[in-house]
């Protein structure tokens, strides 16, 4: 049996930001590590997410989830190795996905520590592809947006986790024509490396005009938004009639202390019969094993690909968050976590 481990290592939030976040809002911790009570599993934490939408658990405001808590532990998603267990379900060795990063161990509920299975894929894509990144993706463009084949599909931020695999989803259940945008040449290219008929570097010029000039005169039929202000005026602006628009994040938005830019131009919505919805990956966990198996499907027929960008310890988990909120990753952040001894 392992050693029980005394005190973990955490990063708290030390401040709440007021535009961008710093290094001055996080704080390493260690504390003690409290002793496991009956139907609990420590957890010896290997990977965690850093995520756009915890950037808005950082406010002290009303939202769909309650915001972090000064001075305590931020989470989020993470995969780690059972050290102990007195879970029925749960044994020493398991792997295990739950919603307690950011530190280095673990003690929660064993209902909360899902088992996964790597002979059927890597621990990581359970945090990325196969776990709430790919639900995020499919949900939101088949049950949300409700693609349909032959739809033309333009997805912002889509060099990142969810806006990669929505393009290339759209592509495998026949899109006529997918666009994306993203912050970088580099970004751009590896989006046509994906499979997206155009992509375009939103930093060139308007995102207006851009978008108008990949999509051409046949419009689009979707949206899938991950950014908000210029992106989701632009799209209204080519939606064609009937259009619908899938709001899943408005990065643009988050690190702002100014007034939010647009969509100055909703009222196109009402003569264009636009469809605007938002949602959240957690209202639509029905859909978890339909998407799991279709992602899947496309992984092993090489029509779907992903990108992983890591950053070493959790010590650096505030620069890998920090860093993503600036687009500096492809694809899915995540954090390889080495835990004291």
């Not at 007195?86 to 020493?92: L, Q, V, W, Y």
């Not at 899915?332 to 080495?338: E, G, N, T």
């Amino acid at each position: 049996m392992t050693d029980y481990p005394q005190t973990s290592r955490e990063i708290q939030l030390a401040s709440r930001p007021e535009g961008w976040p710093t290094d001055e809002n996080f704080r390493l911790a260690e504390v003690p590590v409290p002793q496991l009570e009956d139907g609990q599993v420590l957890v010896r934490n290997l990977y965690m997410s850093v995520d756009p939408y915890m950037r808005g658990r950082m406010n002290d405001v009303k939202s769909y989830v309650p915001p972090f808590r000064i001075d305590a532990p931020l989470e989020g998603g993470a995969i780690g190795e059972v050290l102990e267990s007195r879970s029925e379900s749960h044994k020493a060795g398991d792997l295990v996905l739950h919603g307690l990063g950011w530190r280095d161990y673990a003690v929660l509920d064993g209902k909360r520590a899902r088992i996964i299975d790597t002979a059927l894929a890597p621990a990581t894509t359970y945090l990325g592809v196969l776990g709430m990144t790919g639900l995020t993706a499919y949900a939101g463009l088949t049950k949300v947006a409700q693609f349909k084949e032959g739809d033309v599909v333009f997805v912002s931020g889509a060099a990142g986790a969810v806006g990669s695999l929505v393009g290339q989803i759209a592509k495998a259940m026949g899109a006529k024509k997918v666009i994306g945008s993203a912050g970088s040449d580099e970004k751009v290219q590896r989006l046509l490396d994906l499979g997206f008929d155009a992509a375009f570097n939103y930093h060139d010029g308007p995102v207006k005009a851009r978008l108008k000039e990949a999509v051409g005169p046949e419009g689009i039929d979707v949206y899938f938004d991950n950014v908000g202000g210029e992106h989701l005026e632009a799209a209204i602006s080519v939606l064609n009639k009937y259009g619908r628009i899938a709001m899943c994040g408005a990065i643009s938005q988050y690190n702002t202390t100014d007034a939010p830019t647009g969509p100055r131009n909703l009222a196109l919505a009402i003569g264009k019969e636009l469809t605007l919805r938002g949602f959240i990956v957690g209202s639509y966990n029905q859909y978890a094993g339909e998407a799991t198996e279709r992602i899947a499907g496309w992984l092993n027929d090489g029509r779907l690909s992903y990108d992983e960008t890591f950053v070493e310890g959790l010590e650096n988990a505030p620069q890998a968050f920090i860093a993503l909120m600036k687009g500096a990753n492809k694809g899915k952040m995540i954090v390889a976590l080495d835990p004291t001894e």
